[in-house]
């Protein structure tokens, strides 16, 4: 089942934050995050296992709720590098089915 | 070290010509491998994935299939293209679950 993501878009200025949410409707395994330029493959972020996890990158940082239904990024002080597509992927069971929600244009500007 | 390689980076081809994409991952055993379609703007959309040699699942009913001949080798084919079939296509793999997926750098296919 895909997850579903929102915002669909933000547009910021730099050094402005922001947060794109990831939801599904029942409990999952993990939650992937990646950032996709435009032409360019994915490229990975960070992974989320555990109900409550929260992990940093840089000033890209992520949560995963309790219940395993719900996670969060979070873009603080953006850059102009932040610019893309983000994409949560998520992992319902064992069976290494991997699927990704529609993703977030993030456009940072000047 | 790992790699993935997928070819070609472009591809032009006629409406009913068939299609042959190439995904090869190298410097690991038994990956889990993914293709992936995305239309110009939206999401990636999972197509197959497979757990092993021959084990396909197919996630989208079109008219596109998958085989996995070999442990590090995952083709994706059609018969006869429709002009739906147009996008960019990405191969993934991964080891196991909960881990990271690893992409290529795609295929964009265009139907004319």
């Known amino acids: 089942q895909q997850p579903v993501q929102s915002p669909q878009a933000v547009i910021l200025r730099e050094g402005e934050d922001a947060v794109i949410n990831c939801s599904s409707s029942?409990?999952?395994?993990?939650v992937h995050w990646y950032r996709q330029k435009h032409g360019e493959a994915p490229v990975f972020l960070m992974i989320l296992l555990k109900g409550g996890e929260q992990k940093g990158h840089e000033k890209i940082s992520a949560s995963f709720n309790e219940k395993k239904q719900q996670s969060s990024l979070y873009l603080t002080a953006s850059q102009l590098s932040y610019s893309g597509t983000y994409f949560c992927g998520t992992e319902e069971g064992s069976n290494y089915k991997l699927t990704f929600g529609k993703g977030t244009l993030l456009t940072v500007n000047p | 070290s790992q790699t993935i390689h997928q070819w070609p980076a472009t591809l032009v081809q006629p409406v009913g010509s068939p299609l042959s994409l190439e995904c090869t991952v190298e410097?690991?055993?038994?990956?889990?491998l993914y293709w992936y379609r995305q239309a110009a703007g939206r999401g990636l959309q999972l197509l197959f994935y497979?757990?092993?040699?021959?084990?396909i699942s197919s996630e989208v009913p079109q008219n596109l299939s998958a085989s996995r001949p070999q442990d590090r080798q995952f083709i994706l084919s059609s018969k006869k293209l429709l002009l739906s079939d147009s996008g960019f296509y990405l191969c993934?793999?991964?080891?196991?679950?909960?881990?990271?997926?690893?992409f290529g750098q795609g295929t964009r296919l265009t139907v004319v």
């Open positions: 993934a793999w991964k080891t196991g679950g909960n881990t990271e997926a690893f």
């Open positions: 029942k409990a999952l395994y993990s």
């Open positions: 410097g690991t055993s038994n990956p889990n």
């Open positions: 497979s757990v092993g040699i021959g084990q």
